[in-house]
């Protein structure tokens, strides 16, 4: 047993705890989770103003001369040309 060479760095076994291992494998899975989470929640003061928006234009939508425009605003004008 003297005279065998010493193990090289790539033929140590390692060994790793589970608790460590499951840490990490929730700490990779997750991170995203929770940030893909974040990203793509929309805050409730927006959809209230949303919500109104909706209630408060039930008009029909228009497309001509590459705008969208509410048909209310076409027949009425907008506020500032009234």
Known sequence: MD????????NRELRIPWQA???????LVGLPVFGWMKLTAVP????????????????????M??????????REGWGEAR
Do not use: C, M, N
Not at 3 to 10: D, L, M, T, V, Y
Not at 21 to 27: I, M
Not at 44 to 63: F, G, M, N
């Open 65 to 74: 001369s590459g705008g969208t425009y509410y048909e209310s605003e076409l």
């Open 44 to 63: 409730e003061t927006q959809k209230a103003a949303a919500k109104q928006h909706r209630h408060d234009r039930e008009d029909r939508l228009i497309v």
């Open 3 to 10: 005279r065998k060479e010493p193990i090289s760095f790539w």
């Open 21 to 27: 291992a499951t840490l990490v494998l929730l700490l």
